[in-house]
Structures are given as structure tokens and as C-alpha cells.
């Protein structure tokens, strides 16, 4: 069964700090790496996907996550944190057998930036 | 990008009613949508797999009479919760996957339900 751990559960920096969000995988197989953002009471936006080929990849908002296969990692990063960035984040995992359609989610880390 | 939208947003019911919320693929077709449950500060739990045309599949320990799923057309998927009680209060967010799109689900803005 797959799998997904974000270790931190809330992470504070200050707005310009730099931003690593962890997350780890279990899975089997190929896996397809989601990384979403939930502002309260709002629904899911994604941020960036991998499924295959380049293992940094880029997405919205300046964030990229890269994709270590041999730490089992999916790590999202941001160079600068604006005060916009305070959210939840999910990071995903689905299954190459069905094009990532069924996610299974890690817990979510929340984000506070500081002024 | 493709736009999953939900209504309502909010909803407030009495204990024993039912309730239904929308899941409707704006500007695509989806053969496939989903039901995400998510409690306060936690993560999205999977409950159902709804498809059009046929029934939905649910997830281990999702009772599929308390949660009536039915999937009429491309565009819609709705979610039924029947005799609604306190402990059915929550956030429930659809996704659907653009046919034409490669792997990406959109997710709708979610519906907050709460049964007094």
C-alpha cells in the first residue's frame, strides 16, 4: 500500500527565508509525486507533479520539488517566502498503474510566515 | 486550467436530514470523479470513487448507505449524506481528472457541512 509522511506538522519562517517542506513516500512501484496548497476553507490547488523524467521539477508560485528516489523524498522548496504562501500543504502520492487518479495524502504541513 | 467547482460551500442541517452536495466539472468531462473527506487540521481521506454511469467504489469503512454517490453525467457527481449526524460534520472535497490532460486532478473548493 502506498504511503506518505510529512514530518512537520507546522514550520514558521520569515517572510524572504528561504523553504523546505518534507515529505516521504512508500511505494512499490513508479510513483506519481503531487505537491498541493490549501488556504483555509478552500480546496486543493497544485503546485507542481512528477511523474517522470527531470527529477527537479518547477511549479507555480516559484516553488520546485525534487524528487530523490533513493530517499524515498519529494521535498518542496521556495527560494524567498512571501506572506501569501501561508497555507497547508499536501504532498501526494498516486499510482502509475492508474495515471495518479487515486491520491493517497501525508498529513500536511502548516505554514506560517512571520513579518 | 480546468475548474471543479462544489456546491454548496457551506451547509448547515439538522440532525436525522440529508444532505446533498454537488461536484460539477465545469469545462471538461470526467469519467471519474472522487470524494475526499477531510476532520479539522487533518489530511484528505479518500472515501468513494465515483463513476459515471455506474456505481461508485468505496473505501474500506466508508458506509455506502450513509454516503450515496451517484455519478449521472460527465460534468456531475453528487454526494448524499443520509440522516445526517454531528459526527458527519466536516469537509468534503470532490476531484476530477481532465480526460485530456495527463494525470491532473482538480480538485472543487470543498463543501463545509455541519449537522447541529
Known amino acids: 500500500a502506498q504511503s506518505v509522511t510529512q514530518p512537520d506538522i507546522h514550520i514558521t519562517v520569515s517572510e524572504g527565508a528561504s523553504l523546505e517542506l518534507r515529505c516521504n513516500y512508500s511505494?512499490?512501484?513508479?510513483?506519481?509525486l503531487f505537491w498541493y496548497v490549501q488556504s483555509p476553507g478552500q480546496g486543493l490547488q497544485l503546485l507542481l507533479k512528477?511523474?517522470?523524467?527531470?527529477?527537479l521539477v518547477q511549479g507555480i508560485k516559484g516553488f520546485e520539488a525534487e524528487f530523490k528516489r533513493s530517499q524515498s523524498s519529494f521535498n518542496l522548496r521556495k527560494p524567498s517566502v512571501h506572506w501569501s504562501d501561508a497555507a497547508e500543504y499536501f504532498c501526494?502520492?498516486?499510482?502509475?498503474?492508474?495515471?495518479?487518479?487515486?491520491?493517497?495524502f501525508g498529513g500536511g504541513t502548516r505554514l506560517m510566515v512571520k513579518p | 486550467g480546468a475548474v471543479v467547482s462544489q456546491h454548496p460551500s457551506r451547509v448547515i442541517c439538522k440532525s436525522g436530514t440529508s444532505v446533498k452536495i454537488e461536484c460539477r466539472s465545469l469545462?471538461?468531462?470526467?469519467?471519474?470523479m472522487f470524494w475526499y473527506r477531510q476532520f479539522p487540521k487533518q489530511s484528505l481521506m479518500l472515501m468513494a470513487t465515483?463513476?459515471?454511469?455506474?456505481?461508485?467504489?468505496?473505501e474500506q469503512g466508508v458506509e455506502k448507505d450513509k454516503f450515496l454517490i451517484n455519478h449521472a453525467s460527465l460534468t456531475l457527481s453528487t454526494l448524499t449524506v443520509t440522516s445526517a449526524h454531528p459526527e458527519d460534520s466536516s469537509f468534503y472535497i470532490c476531484?476530477?481528472?481532465?480526460?485530456?490532460?495527463?494525470?491532473?486532478?482538480?480538485f472543487g473548493e470543498g463543501s463545509r457541512l455541519t449537522v447541529l
Open positions: 512528477y511523474f517522470s523524467g527531470d527529477t
Open positions: 511505494y512499490g512501484a513508479t510513483p506519481y
Open positions: 476531484s476530477a481528472r481532465d480526460q485530456g490532460m495527463t494525470g491532473e486532478l482538480f
Open positions: 501526494a502520492v498516486g499510482s502509475a498503474n492508474n495515471a495518479g487518479n487515486m491520491l493517497t
Open positions: 469545462d471538461f468531462q470526467a469519467t471519474t
Open positions: 465515483s463513476n459515471e454511469g455506474s456505481k461508485a467504489t468505496y
